[in-house]
């Protein structure tokens, strides 16, 4: 798998400890805020605020903690206006990484990252520094558990309408063009496969591979760090770091 795949199945794991610390919810709570702001209110017209609906509802999150932030996004209650903001950086070895922000403070919040990022191996770049190394796909995978046949599973992804199906280490990756990604998902979810993540992301199109120990630990010393800011919605980077290396450093 590539490096985001590996990190993204490690931020699946800790999802469980964020919602014990309230912080998944807060981060559920603005990506529904935002979205309802960017396209409104209703998800059957809103595909963003839809997804996001859906990522709340598998987190457990209340409806009406749903239903409120996608209010505060529509304007029909007061709250925190937040704003959209993209950095982009480097960290440990030159890797590439792209943070999706939600601020209400734009200069505090852009100075803690910066410190974040020089305390811990990386540089804060500037606008579409690394962008270009990042495509927005449709990204549902499957693990080894379900026992999933690989020629089936080729010829219905390709059925399907997916561009990719990537296989490594009893994990299977199918990729989409982002407008296919629930057409996908939807198809394959009657076929009656399960998937560990599905989301539409962004995944680079370059890797830079990690293969010493240290370095490796600064790498996801910095992302793990970035993770955890409050303003911080979703982190996107580009390292490859081999299994054995990750799993010693968990």
């Known amino acids: 798998m590539s490096g985001h795949s590996k990190w993204a199945n490690i931020k699946h794991r800790k999802a469980k400890v964020d919602a014990q610390r309230g912080k998944l919810f807060t981060r559920l709570g603005r990506e ?19 997804a996001a609906i859906q990522k709340a509802r598998e987190a457990n999150m209340p409806m009406e903690n749903i239903q409120r932030a ?13 704003e959209e903001v993209i950095y982009e950086g ?3 070895g030159g890797i590439a990484i792209m943070l999706s922000i939600a601020t209400d ?3 505090r919040t852009a100075a803690e990252i910066r410190h974040i990022f020089s305390r811990y191996g990386g540089s804060l770049g ?18 080894a558990e379900q026992n999933w046949d690989e020629d089936e599973l080729t010829v219905l992804a390709l059925e399907a309408g997916a561009e990719d199906l990537r296989i490594e280490e009893g994990v299977a990756e199918i990729l989409t ?9 939807s198809f394959l979810a009657e076929k009656g496969f399960k998937f560990a993540r599905a989301e539409v992301t962004l995944v680079p199109q370059t890797v830079v591979s990690i293969t010493d120990r ?13 993770e955890d800011h409050d303003d911080v919605q979703e982190v996107y980077a580009n390292f490859d770091i081999p299994e054995s290396i990750m799993e010693s450093l968990q």
């Open 32 to 50: 529904l805020i935002m979205a309802a702001r960017a396209g409104g209110g209703d998800p059957a017209a809103n595909p963003r605020l839809k």
């Open 70 to 82: 996608i209010q505060r996004g529509t304007g029909e209650i007061e709250g925190a206006v937040y």
């Open 90 to 92: 480097y960290g440990p």
């Open 105 to 107: 403070n734009r200069n």
């Open 126 to 143: 500037e606008s579409g520094c690394v962008s270009w190394m990042f495509q927005r796909k449709g990204v549902l995978t499957l693990d």
């Open 177 to 185: 063009a982002p407008e296919d990604f629930e057409a996908v998902k």
């Open 214 to 226: 240290e370095k490796a630990a600064s790498v996801l010393r910095l992302i793990d760090m970035l």
